[in-house]
């Protein structure tokens, strides 16, 4: 049965930073396009970073690009994402996702986690 899991949440200040990491069970993350997500309480669900199988692809919505670095570690099969500079506004629940063949597709996805909560406090 696959597993992902997102951790390293948790409540922080505005201007500090935070790494969220995904691990699974069941899949080598190296084999799927990677894709991070938050939901706000009230908002659409907004795709923030992509990463591809290869690692040649790399997506970051206009909202984090310049602060957030999306990474993965094949040894340890875990993709990060490095937030800096937190917002309030980048206060959400991130998702972790999966999938074998779609890159940073905003609709579907094959797996997804259960969710990290993100709160960034002014």
């Known amino acids: 049965q696959v597993q992902v899991m997102e951790s390293g949440g948790g409540l922080v200040q505005e201007g500090e930073s935070l790494r969220l990491s995904c691990t699974a069970s069941?899949?080598?993350?190296?084999?799927?396009?990677m894709a991070w997500f938050r939901q706000a309480p009230g908002k659409e669900r907004e795709k923030i970073s992509c990463f591809s199988w290869s690692g040649a692809r790399i997506y970051y919505a206009d909202s984090v690009k310049a602060r957030f670095t999306i990474s993965r570690d094949n040894a340890k099969n875990t993709l990060y994402l490095q937030m800096n500079s937190l917002k309030p506004e980048d206060t959400a629940t991130y998702y972790c996702?999966?999938?074998?063949?779609?890159?940073?597709?905003?609709?579907?996805?094959?797996?997804w986690g259960q969710g990290t909560q993100v709160t960034v406090s002014s």
């Open positions: 996702a999966a999938d074998r063949s779609r890159f940073c597709s905003a609709l579907e996805q094959d797996y």
């Open positions: 069941g899949l080598t993350l190296g084999d799927y396009h």
